[in-house]
């Protein structure tokens, strides 16, 4: 077989490095998001990303769903866990101090981990590639189209949240709880409401990582942990 | 009155042997098929009458993967519930943990954990006196890879391996027999168990363009790497799993990458493809047929281990009662045992007594197994 030249090798590690980022980069945009309204670092947010994966999995091989409509049908879902886990979780902890917050992730993230081994078993599960395997081949370098979808999610998700913080009155009210709460809720933001939509915007993004992301490297009940350390590495 | 005294004798009637297993926590996948083998086999054994007219009773304690749990979980047996022998534990580290209870107190010990270290004590280079074990070593699938690229002659070779103690227990296997059979290691690459994608470390081996590559892992990494190994054009340079490769499930994750992959299996895992005259032929379509129906499951590599212990405990009951010393003797002078995973011949020497022929070498050829010689 052919040798690879430098110039090669040197492309395909490039376009590895982009590739596998973008998807610990997605599931930092989930942090950063409830980090911005709450100062709290959601622990559960790998888990996030599991559910995404399994429940697709679920969707789409046990129920025979299309993608079309798996897709947004298991994000609903996904999205549902993030607004139980701030009602039940988050909302009734009566004096919140940030530690005490994060320590109530943890205790989520445990809960959704073993529900979900509970549900789906240990072992790993696969989706079929949203647009085939064939690898693309150009310059000595190969790539899945797989992480074409992941970039290309990460690219629309990063481009609509800058918008939505920036430029309108829910996303601006939203920044505004993480700097002061007290003043916020002065000025009349609903800031618990806002906290509920920052977890189910987490939530969601979250899951669409888990979809995008299973196809390459199968999902399974404990991959959260990792994705959510290495994701949170991906913030600074 | 009568029937009173003679319904305690017959409940004195038994033959206590006890077990424990991971069935449940991280390595329930070894324990949870261990467990439900030995059940199916002590109901199939007390249906036909028992062993010499005696029933067999099993009792089974779930160690959750914990070496206290499984500590006192041994003590129990023994101490308490009075059994002959002990089978399992499922992990090599806690086969290591209770090894000194059961030399303390002088009862046979058959693991089901693969660590050469459970029947090789370092001190004295010798077993431990009472401990055996039924799962081959990770030394012996090392050999059978390394005999099979020795016959195609291939001596450049890169590894792979996962970072757990699987993976670095291999590793350090394919390290230490790479001389013995004149390999060439030009790649040393290395990966966590939960990364998504090992396309740098494969990219890397592409560059050293070495004859065969060889990888230890157990978990989905070990699908996602032949995913990366087909996508990156590699597919001519011979790609060899580790055991731990050993279920259909897997070829069916690796989406069609797989053909082609070669890997060395114990006999239970390729029942349907030995050949009619294979000496464990018919034990294993047995045991794949009466675990397939009892369970609804397919069968699992880790099963046939348990398999083993038991089968190993109910023969020697059998020919030697229940003293315990007797028990051990009977086991340690054991030849040509044939059980799911080998033949297996015991020795003072030698308390696991399988070799590197008890790996058959296979191929995935259309979705499925095949066999290569």
């Not at chain 1, 309108?168 to 009210?173: L, P, V």
């Not at chain 1, 002065?186 to 979809?211: D, H, P, T, Y």
């Amino acid at each position: 077989m052919e040798k690879i030249t430098l110039a090669s090798q040197l492309l395909q590690y490039l376009i590895t490095g982009l590739t596998v980022g973008s998807v610990y980069a997605m599931v930092a945009v989930g942090f950063n998001i409830i980090y911005n309204v709450t100062e709290i670092i959601n622990f559960a947010q790998g888990e996030f990303v599991m559910l995404g994966g399994l429940i697709m999995v679920f969707m789409n091989v046990a129920m025979g769903l299309p993608l079309i409509l798996a897709f947004p049908a298991t994000i609903i879902l996904v999205t549902l866990v993030g607004i139980l886990m701030d009602r039940l979780a988050i909302r009734p902890i009566r004096r919140p101090s940030v530690l005490t917050l994060i320590i109530a992730t943890i205790a989520v993230s445990i809960l959704i981990k073993g529900t979900a081994s509970f549900i789906w078993g240990k072992d790993p599960f696969d989706l079929p590639a949203f647009s085939g395997r064939n690898p693309i081949t150009f310059l000595g370098a190969v790539v899945q189209p797989q992480y074409f979808w992941v970039m290309g999610f990460l690219i629309v998700t990063a481009v609509a949240l800058s918008i939505f913080f920036d430029r309108t009155i829910i996303g601006k009210a939203m920044s505004a709880c993480a700097d002061n709460p007290d003043a916020a809720s002065l000025v009349g933001i609903n800031v618990k409401q806002m906290i509920l939509l920052s977890f189910a915007l987490s939530a969601a993004i979250g899951a669409v990582a888990g979809i995008t992301v299973t196809p390459i490297s199968l999902m399974e009940y404990d991959r959260g942990a990792m994705l959510a350390v290495k994701g949170f590495g991906r913030r600074f | 009155m009568g029937l009173l005294i003679s319904q305690a004798n017959a409940l004195d009637e038994a033959y206590k042997v006890g077990a424990v297993f991971s069935v449940t926590g991280r390595a329930s996948f070894l324990g949870d098929p261990e467990k439900k083998t030995v059940e199916m086999m002590a109901e199939k054994i007390n249906a036909a009458g028992g062993i010499n007219g005696k029933k067999l009773e099993l009792v089974i304690y779930d160690d959750e993967g914990d070496a206290t749990k499984c500590n006192l979980a041994v003590k129990k047996l023994i101490t308490r519930d009075k059994v002959c022998a002990v089978i399992g534990p499922s992990l090599s580290g806690l086969s290591l943990a209770v090894i000194p209870v059961a030399e303390q107190n002088k009862t046979p010990l058959v693991s089901c954990a693969a660590s050469y270290k459970i029947v090789h004590n370092e001190k004295t280079g010798k077993p431990y006196h009472w401990v055996f074990k039924t799962p081959q070593s990770d030394s012996m699938a090392v050999e059978a890879i390394y005999t099979h690229l020795k016959n195609r002659g291939i001596t450049k070779i890169a590894i792979m391996s996962v970072t757990t103690g699987y993976g670095a227990s291999g590793r350090s296997e394919l390290i230490r027999l790479a001389p013995e059979f004149n390999m060439n290691i030009i790649a040393d690459e290395k990966y966590g168990p939960k990364d998504t994608d090992m396309t740098a470390q494969l990219t890397k081996i592409k560059g050293m363009a070495p004859a065969a590559i060889v990888n230890w892992s157990i978990g989905p990494t070990q699908v996602t790497m032949i995913r990366n190994w087909k996508d990156l054009g590699m597919t001519a340079i011979p790609l060899y799993q580790s055991h731990g490769f050993g279920s259909r499930k897997n070829i069916e994750l690796a989406a069609g990458a797989a053909e082609g992959v070669l890997c060395p299996l114990g006999a239970c895992n390729i029942a349907e493809l030995l050949p009619a005259d294979h000496p464990q032929k018919s034990v294993t379509m047995d045991y794949l047929k009466s675990y397939t129906a009892k369970y609804n499951e397919p069968l699992s590599s880790f099963g046939g281990h348990g398999w083993d212990a038991l089968q190993l405990v109910v023969d020697a009951l059998s020919a030697a009662g229940d003293d315990k010393a007797a028990i051990r003797d009977y086991l340690e002078k054991k030849k040509g045992f044939v059980g799911q995973h080998g033949i297996f011949n015991f020795s003072p020497d030698d308390h696991n007594g399988l070799s590197k022929a008890a790996f058959s070498m296979v191929i995935v050829k259309d979705n499925d197994w095949a066999l290569v010689d």
